[in-house]
C-alpha cells in the first residue's frame, strides 16, 4: 500500500521555515549552475549564430585565424579565378578580400579598455556575403571615406564608439556614422570601414587578413576547400565560416570549467543540508513512522514516501532556482576570445533546456541527500518507534 | 562563560551525524570561498614582487597590442632617466608541429633578455652560444621537457602572424620562475627572413628601471615622449600587462562577486537551519536549564558557542580541501594569467576561518534569541 502522496505535501508545509531554507540553499546552487550554463550557452550561440551556409573563409596556409593571416592581393586574384565560387545578378564573382585588425576601447566593463576587432570590407560583395545584418540606426560607411559602422554590443559597450563620436586609429580619426544589427552574430562586436580606408592607415595594402567566398552548391564546399589547400602553389587554408566561429566557443572553456567545478562543491554541500532537514524530519516523526507501520505500511512504503518527500524539497529549490536566474535572460557581457584577441559581447540564454538541468541537478540533490534519512526511516523497529518521543 | 565550554562540545557533539553533515556542508561552501579568493588574489593582487619584476615596465602601442612600433623608438627609450635595460620584442605566435601545441614564442634582442630579466637562470655556455648564433633559440627547461626538446635540437616554427616559416638551433634551456612556459629567440633573425620594407618594428618594448618607486614617472615621461608620435605608446608596470589579459576571460570579478555572495548566503541557510532544528528539540532542556538558574544570556551564549565551535571546524576543515585543490589548479594551469602562482596565502586561512565564525554566529542569532527568551511554563509545556 502506498502513502498518499498529500501526506508529504502537508508535511513540508508544516515546518516550512526548514523547507523554504532547505530549498532556498538548493535553489542558489541551482541559479550558480544554471547562470554559468546560460553563460556558455549565450556564447555558443553568438558564435553558433555566426556564419552563413555557403560561406567559406580562406586564409594564408596554416594560419588560425584572420588577425594572424596574411593574404595578398596576388592571392586574392587566384582565388577568385578557381571554380565553384558563386557569382551574383551582375556576374561578379561572390569573394570578398578583407583586414582584420584590432584596437583598445574603453570599456563599461573593464578599466584597462579591451580589444574590438575592425574589418575593412567592400560592401560589395561584402554585404552580400552576409545578407542578415541590417542597418539599426544611422548608415554604412562610404567608399573613401574616414567613416566607420560599429556592431550594436560596440556601440552599447563601448563608448568611444557611439554613434556620432569620433573614434581615434591608425592615422588619426573616423568617425562613427551607423550601428548595424547582425542579430546574436558575433559581428556585433565588431567596427567595419571601407577596405581601402582601413588597409592604407594601416600600411599594409598588399599584405591583407582573409577572404570570405560564397561557394555554390552548398554539396561543393568540402571539395572546394580540399582542392584549396592541396594546391600547394597558392599556400592557402580553408574552412567554412561556421566551422571557424564555432571553434572560438573555446573560449568559454575556463568560465565554464570554473563554473562546474562551483556548482558540484555547492551540490555536496546543499545535499549535506538536505540530509540534515529529511534526518531532522525523519527523527521527529518517528512516532508517526511507528504508527503507520502499526497501520499495515511496509517498510518499502515509507521509505518511497520519505525519498518522494526530499524529492519534492528538491523540486521546489529547483524551481526557485530557475526563478532566481530568469532575470539573467538577455544580460548582455563580453568575454576575450583568444582567436580574434578582442572581445565578443553576447548575452546570457536561459532555455528551457538549460532550466530543465537545473531541474536535473536538484533533484540529484535531492535524491543524494534523502536517501539515507530515507532509509533510516525504513529500518526503524516499530516498538522502538513508537517509545521514540 | 568560560566553565561552559564542555557542555558546549557536548551539546555540539550529542547528535555527531547532524553536527558532521553540518559542518561538511560548511566545510564545502567555504572551501568554494577560499578558492575563489584566491583565484582572485592570483588575478588581481599578485604583482610580481621579485625585486626584478616589479620593477620592469612595458610599453607598446597605444591603439592595440596587435600594432607594432617602430625600432627607433627603442634609442629614445634609452634615453630616459631611469631606465636600466630596454629590450625590443615581438611575439611571433606561428605553429610548432600542431596548433595545439600552443606557448609563448618571442623574438627578442638576445643580449639585452638576461639584462630586462635578471631572474633567468641559465648557465654562461648555454648564454653565449645563444647570443652568437643568429638562428639560435632558448626555452624554459620544463617547456622543454614537455615537447621532448634538447639542447643541440633543431625546431621549426610555421609563421601566422609574419608569413615565415623559420628554423631554430636549440642553444639552451633556462629556468625561471614566471613566464617559463616560453621560447625566445632573435629578433634580427625574424627581420631579415621579411621583406626589406616590412623590418625595424617591435610589437612591444620591456624596459628595467633603476627602482620599482620610479616605475610610474617613467612610463609617464615615455609615453609623453610619443604623444605628438603617429604611433602612440601606452606604458605600464609588467602586472599591469600582465592583467589586461584577464579580462579575456570575461567579466571576472563580477563572476567572483557574484558566487561568493551566493555561497555566503546558501551558508547563512545552512547554519541557521541546523541551530534552528537543534534548538527546537531542545525547547524542554532550556527551561529546566532555566529552572536550575541559568540566566537567559547564559543560555543565549552557549547556543552561539555550539555555532561557532561548527562553524570554525566547518572553515576549518573548507580551508583544507581549498588548499589542496589551490595546490592542484597551480599545477595544471599551465602558467596562464598568473594562475601558477596561486596558494591559500596565511591571510586567506585567517580570512576565511575568521568569515566562517562571523556567519556560523550570524545564523545563530535568531534561534538563540527565540530559545533564551522562551518562558520556563511555556519551555516545559511544549513537546517537540
Known amino acids: 500500500m502506498k502513502l498518499p502522496f498529500s501526506y508529504n505535501l502537508r508535511n513540508l508545509w508544516v515546518r516550512r521555515t526548514t523547507t523554504l531554507m532547505t530549498a532556498l540553499g538548493i535553489g542558489l546552487t541551482v541559479a550558480v549552475l544554471l547562470s554559468i550554463l546560460a553563460l556558455v550557452g549565450g556564447l555558443k550561440n553568438a558564435f553558433s549564430s555566426t556564419g552563413v551556409e555557403g560561406n567559406v573563409l580562406v586564409m594564408r596556409q596554416s594560419a588560425e585565424s584572420e588577425l594572424s593571416s596574411n593574404f595578398t592581393r596576388t592571392q586574392f586574384q587566384d582565388l577568385k579565378l578557381r571554380p565553384g565560387i558563386k557569382r551574383d545578378e551582375s556576374g561578379l564573382t561572390l569573394a570578398s578580400l ?51 559602422t560599429v556592431g550594436k554590443n560596440v556601440a552599447k559597450r563601448n563608448p568611444e564608439a557611439a554613434l556620432g563620436k569620433d573614434l581615434r586609429f591608425g592615422k588619426g580619426a573616423w568617425r562613427v556614422v551607423g550601428v548595424f544589427d547582425a542579430g546574436d552574430s558575433a559581428a556585433n562586436s565588431e567596427i567595419w570601414g571601407d577596405l581601402d580606408q582601413v588597409c592604407s592607415d594601416d600600411n599594409r595594402c598588399d599584405v591583407l587578413s582573409s577572404a570570405l567566398v560564397r561557394v555554390d552548391p552548398v554539396s561543393s564546399v568540402e571539395p572546394f576547400i580540399k582542392n584549396l589547400k592541396d594546391d600547394q602553389r597558392l599556400k592557402m587554408g580553408a574552412m567554412t565560416e561556421r566551422l571557424y566561429y564555432e571553434q572560438q566557443s573555446s573560449s568559454a572553456a575556463p568560465i565554464q570549467f570554473l563554473g562546474i567545478f562551483i556548482a558540484i562543491v555547492m551540490a555536496v554541500g546543499s545535499s549535506f543540508a538536505a540530509m540534515n532537514t529529511m534526518y531532522a524530519a525523519v527523527a521527529r516523526r518517528s512516532r ?59 548575452s546570457f540564454k536561459i532555455t528551457p533546456e538549460i532550466m530543465l538541468t537545473g531541474l536535473g541537478f536538484a533533484l540529484f540533490m535531492g535524491a543524494l541527500g534523502g536517501l539515507l534519512p530515507a532509509a533510516a526511516a525504513a529500518r526503524k523497529q516499530i516498538l522502538d518507534a513508537l517509545r521514540d518521543i | 562563560m568560560g566553565q561552559f565550554i564542555p557542555l ?28 575563489l579568493l584566491s583565484i582572485y588574489a592570483a588575478l588581481f593582487l599578485s ?49 610548432y608541429k600542431e596548433p595545439k601545441n600552443f606557448f609563448a614564442r618571442f623574438a627578442c634582442e638576445p643580449e639585452q633578455l638576461f639584462k630586462v630579466y635578471p631572474d633567468i637562470r641559465i648557465s654562461e655556455e648555454e648564454k653565449k652560444a645563444f647570443i652568437a648564433d643568429r638562428a639560435g633559440t632558448v626555452l624554459g627547461r620544463d617547456l622543454a621537457g614537455k615537447f621532448n ?17 623559420l628554423e ?101 541557510l545552512v547554519c541557521g537551519n541546523t541551530i534552528a532544528m537543534s534548538v527546537r528539540e531542545r525547547v524542554r532542556e532550556v527551561g529546566i536549564m532555566k529552572t536550575l538558574g541559568f540566566t537567559n544570556g547564559e543560555v543565549m551564549g552557549m547556543i552561539l558557542g555550539e555555532a561557532t565551535v561548527i562553524s570554525l571546524l566547518g572553515g576549518f576543515f573548507g580551508c583544507v580541501v581549498a588548499w589542496v585543490l589551490c595546490k592542484g589548479v597551480a599545477t595544471a594551469s599551465g602558467g596562464f594569467a598568473n594562475l601558477e602562482g596561486m596558494s591559500l596565502a596565511p591571510w586567506m586561512w585567517a580570512a576565511v576561518i575568521a568569515s566562517a565564525v562571523v556567519m556560523g554566529t550570524i545564523a545563530a542569532i535568531v534561534p538563540a534569541f527565540g530559545a533564551s527568551r522562551t518562558s520556563i511554563v511555556d519551555a516545559m509545556r511544549y513537546s517537540g
Do not use: H
Open chain 2, 8 to 35: 558546549i562540545w557536548k551539546n555540539a557533539t550529542r547528535n555527531r551525524r547532524r553536527s558532521l553533515l553540518t559542518i561538511a556542508s560548511i566545510a564545502a561552501s567555504f572551501c568554494l570561498l577560499g578558492v
Open chain 2, 149 to 165: 626538446i634538447k639542447v643541440g635540437d633543431k625546431i621549426t616554427l610555421k609563421g601566422d602572424i609574419f608569413p615565415v616559416d
Open chain 1, 98 to 148: 578583407e583586414m582584420v585588425s584590432t584596437v583598445l576601447l574603453e570599456s563599461v566593463d573593464y578599466d584597462s579598455g579591451i580589444n574590438i576587432s575592425i574589418r575593412g570590407l567592400k560592401p560589395d560583395p561584402g554585404f552580400k556575403l552576409r545578407p542578415a545584418i541590417a542597418i539599426a540606426a544611422g548608415r554604412w560607411f562610404e567608399a573613401g571615406k574616414r567613416e566607420v
Open chain 2, 168 to 268: 631554430f638551433n636549440v642553444r639552451g634551456l633556462f629556468d625561471m620562475d614566471k613566464n617559463e612556459e616560453s621560447m625566445w629567440f632573435n629578433i634580427d633573425y625574424l627581420w631579415k627572413s621579411l621583406p626589406a620594407d616590412q623590418r625595424d618594428f617591435a610589437g612591444t618594448y620591456l624596459m628595467l628601471a633603476q627602482s620599482a618607486e620610479d616605475g610610474p614617472a617613467i612610463a609617464q615621461q615615455i609615453d609623453a615622449l610619443f604623444r605628438n608620435a603617429q604611433v602612440q605608446t601606452k606604458t605600464e608596470t609588467e602586472s599591469a600587462f600582465a592583467a589586461s589579459f584577464v579580462s579575456f576571460l570575461g567579466n571576472v570579478k563580477l563572476y567572483l562577486f557574484a558566487i561568493s555572495a551566493a555561497i555566503t548566503f546558501t551558508i547563512l
Open chain 2, 47 to 95: 604583482p610580481d614582487t621579485s625585486p626584478a619584476g616589479s620593477r620592469r615596465l612595458v610599453t607598446r602601442n597605444r591603439i592595440s597590442l596587435t600594432q607594432i612600433m617602430p625600432i627607433s623608438y627603442e634609442a629614445k627609450i634609452r634615453q630616459v632617466p631611469g631606465v636600466e635595460a630596454i629590450m625590443a620584442y615581438q611575439w611571433f605566435g606561428g605553429v
Open chain 1, 288 to 346: 508517526e513512522i511507528g504508527t503507520l507501520r502499526v497501520l499495515g505500511f511496509s517498510r518499502f512504503s515509507v521509505l518511497l514516501s520519505f525519498f518522494l518527500e526530499s524529492l519534492v524539497l528538491a523540486i521546489l529549490g529547483g524551481l526557485i532556482g530557475c526563478l532566481l536566474v530568469l532575470p539573467l535572460n538577455g544580460f548582455t557581457t563580453g568575454i576575450g576570445s583568444l582567436t580574434t584577441f578582442s572581445e565578443v559581447a553576447f
